[in-house]
């Protein structure tokens, strides 16, 4: 291990700003990162332990506990719940011998939960090392135990087909679906690579720039900043060397158009980042997809260097003098704050992702302190379609305020769940139409946590910047769900695990919401807990970044759509209750003493 | 018009806050003729021997007696203040929260480097003694407080100012040196 060690610091040049490559590859060899390997990390690359240390507790996938031969990561979101996780969990807690959080005695076999992986529409989904395994039942958790102990590969534990598209390529070989169920501009499979490229650098990138900004295109990564202007301020901000990040963090729970995209068009991707690359004069480019997506390494490896031969990266590109453009892939380790620009070059950084205070802003002061561009992965593949086809054209899609399309990741209680690529403008209703749903529908999830629970009285809402603006994960909640236990907690939940703890606001008061939602649940709530919840909830504004300022959002916009259900819940013959039971507070210490409550 | 009645206690605290009361100096003088005392150790009254306008309430509560007493507070007085770190946010004795009180009082009574001659490994059990809270808990996540005063002790400026704004109704002077702590 110190050899392989040695090797992968090497291969990374003793170079501090590589720690999170050298930590994955560490991970990924022996399951864990010993004591050993951080001191032996922080000696060869001049740093301290705790540095190291540091970066290694802030992400989910990193551990420097063995986490068994063969790591368990089992999505605990709120549609894997919905569509069965627990059989499922219960079936590898039952075959294993052990529970969530541990590992076999033989250090075989280690179970955990995560949070979602980008597979809502094949749900139940678990990632065992790196490689994906969707739909699962309590019987496939039988057999995949049965052939972890046969000793069998990864590869041979697989069902008898695998996925559609590019999910077959030999060098992803996975069980995921694409689920593409409604194609447009940006999805359209007949696309000649390169082409937007080549007409490109006949222009002057003032010119590109001021074609992307009459498409009016807007970031599609949630947040909606115009495309054309972020390129704009990054070309005249002053840095020896530019750099172009391409976001394929998404972490946001239901969201997973990006790895449709990564899968099915790849080279699209690419070409968009050497448009932008063109326009603001970057030399390099970072593609950073979250580790969830590991699986599809080799196969975006083998695809960046057919760029590469076809001149579509590297030197003098297409045979125009001093465009030079290369791009390399940028793993994460497991943390939704990531996918918060400033954070995810914080990550590429070797560090813990904590979001930056702002200003400076990216484009002035981005990776390693140059400027940089980042840029969702949809909105860089509509740049491509914007360039080949014009800013007119791309007007043509959407609404006045959002142009073009979005891609929508649907999932929960419907049909046909997975990607669907629609004009902005389209509402909310016509979404249930589209995908067909089963029963009555009680609520949407739009924008993921972060967004808002909404009922049926807004479905005649439409999605765009100007009304419902999303990232794009819809979920849907059919009559039967109950959307405070099962939704509202688990979201919390995800806000609570997922805070870089950099902020108080954020790191405290999602937990003193959940609490008093607890109390609501468990009968011992009043009204003035509910107005306790909306006057608190406004104190996160006041958090650094986008996770924080909405961590609040799954209780706020609950109650604001669905207030009913927790006014059913509080105690209306009581004005004020702390909810303090004290036969439950000396309950422990009665045990260890053995006595008898007599209170 | 009869004399508003203030009650005190310290529950878990360290009577700083009682010190920091008596702090008000000579306006101690000026106190007992603005308000009459019930329960309280500064007279030693033991137990509430009529309703009361004013608790103030000193510690948070670590033991069922706490609770008892608090709870009782609450009954016998119209306004209940928290004084002080401890009643506020539970302060020093809530360090123990992050560790299971099992684990602490194995500490305290079985496991400790001074523990001697428990060869029979008993945490005490009598009946008569409270029985410890799983963690200890700020007095407003027990009963409903009305007012906080802060500081650890609060300066006895602040007390003073508190509790004549609420006797004669005035608005509380609040100047910054009262209010900031370090």
């Given amino acids: ?599 | 018009m009869s004399k508003p009645v203030v009650a005190t206690t310290s529950l878990a605290g360290c009577f700083g806050c009682h010190m920091s009361l008596l702090d008000i100096d000579e306006r101690i003088l000026d106190l007992i003729e603005l308000v009459e005392f019930n329960k309280s150790p500064i007279n030693d009254i033991k137990k509430f021997t009529k309703k009361c306008d004013i608790g103030l309430i000193e510690g948070g509560c670590c033991n069922s007696e706490n609770v008892h007493v608090l709870q009782d507070f609450r009954e016998h007085c119209q306004i209940l203040i928290s004084v002080g770190e401890c009643a506020i946010m539970g302060g020093l004795p809530a360090m123990r929260n992050g560790i299971p009180i099992k684990e602490c009082l194995e500490e305290a009574y079985i496991n400790g480097p001074t523990v001697k001659n428990n060869t029979e490994k008993i945490i005490p059990n009598d009946p008569e003694i409270p029985i410890m809270l799983d963690k200890v808990y700020p007095c407003h996540e027990v009963v409903k407080m009305d007012y906080h005063l802060p500081g650890c002790p609060p300066r006895a400026d602040l007390i003073w100012e508190a509790l004549v704004a609420l006797i004669t109704g005035n608005e509380m002077k609040l100047p910054y040196h009262v209010v900031k702590f370090d």
């Fill in chain 1, 1 to 599: 291990m110190k050899n392989f060690t040695q090797k992968t610091i090497e291969k990374y040049h003793h170079d501090k700003t590589r720690l999170m490559d050298i930590l994955i590859a560490i991970q990924s060899e022996s399951g864990h990162i010993s004591p050993e390997n951080v001191t032996q990390i922080a000696n060869e690359l001049n740093m301290s332990e705790v540095d190291v240390e540091q970066t290694i507790s802030f992400y989910h996938f990193f551990s420097m506990k063995p986490t068994g031969k063969y790591s368990i990561y089992l999505n605990n979101s709120v549609v894997a719940n919905m569509m069965g996780r627990a059989d499922t969990a219960a079936a590898f807690e039952k075959e294993a011998g052990i529970t969530f959080g541990e590992v076999t005695p033989d250090g075989l076999i280690g179970l955990f939960e995560t949070a979602c992986i980008g597979m809502n529409d094949q749900e139940p989904a678990a990632i065992i090392n790196n490689r994906i395994f969707t739909r699962l039942t309590s019987f496939r958790a039988k057999e995949i135990i049965r052939d972890i102990k046969d000793g069998k590969k990864i590869e041979e534990m697989f069902s008898a087909s695998f996925g559609d598209g590019a999910n077959r390529n030999n060098l992803v070989k996975s069980v995921v679906t694409n689920n593409i169920r409604k194609i447009g501009p940006v999805l359209d499979p007949d696309y000649k690579v390169g082409e937007a490229i080549r007409k490109i650098i006949r222009m002057k990138p003032e010119e590109v720039i001021s074609e992307v900004k009459h498409s009016n295109l807007r970031g599609r990564g949630g947040a909606g900043f115009p495309t054309g202007l972020k390129w704009e301020f990054c070309r005249n901000a002053i840095g020896k060397k530019k750099y172009i990040f391409c976001n394929a963090d998404e972490g946001e729970p239901g969201t997973f158009k990006d790895r449709v995209i990564l899968t099915e068009l790849p080279r699209l991707l690419i070409e968009g980042m050497a448009v932008a690359a063109y326009t603001v004069e970057a030399s390099e480019g970072i593609l950073y997809i979250r580790y969830e997506y590991k699986y599809l390494e080799e196969y975006l490896e083998k695809i960046l260097e057919e760029a590469r031969m076809k001149n579509y990266l590297g030197k003098d590109i297409m045979g125009k003098k001093g465009f030079n453009f290369d791009i390399r892939i940028q793993f994460g380790a497991g943390a939704y704050v990531c996918g918060e620009e400033s954070a995810l070059i914080e990550s590429a950084e070797g560090k813990r992702g904590e979001p930056r205070d702002r200003p400076p802003f990216p484009v002035e002061k981005g990776y390693l302190g140059m400027p940089t561009v980042v840029n969702n992965v949809e909105t860089l593949c509509s740049v491509v379609k914007v360039m080949l086809n014009g800013g007119d054209w791309y007007r043509s899609f959407g609404t006045s305020e959002s142009t073009g399309t979005k891609l929508l990741s649907i999932s929960g209680d419907c049909r046909n769940p997975g990607v669907y690529e629609v004009s902005w403008g389209f509402s909310v209703h016509d979404m249930l139409e589209m995908v067909g749903t089963t029963g009555n529908v009680q609520a949407v999830q739009v924008g993921g946590p972060s967004g808002s629970l909404i009922g049926s009285d807004e479905f005649n809402r439409t999605l765009g910047y100007e009304d419902l603006a999303t990232g794009g994960s819809l979920i849907i909640f059919g009559e039967k769900r109950d959307l405070l236990n099962d939704v509202v907690v688990n979201f919390m939940d995800f806000f609570i695990e997922e805070s870089c703890g950099s902020c108080s606001t954020c790191r405290i008061l999602p937990n003193v919401l959940k609490k008093k939602l607890e109390k609501i649940l468990e009968g011992r709530g009043v009204e003035q807990d509910i107005t306790d919840i909306e006057t608190w909830g406004k104190f996160l504004k006041a958090s650094r970044c986008g996770l924080g300022q909405t961590a609040a959002n799954p209780i706020l916009t609950s109650i604001k759509n669905f207030r009913h259900l927790y006014e059913s819940k509080v105690q209306t013959r009581k004005e004020y209750d702390t909810g303090f039971d004290l036969q439950q507070a000396v309950k422990e210490a009665c045990e260890a003493s053995g006595r008898e409550p007599n209170i």
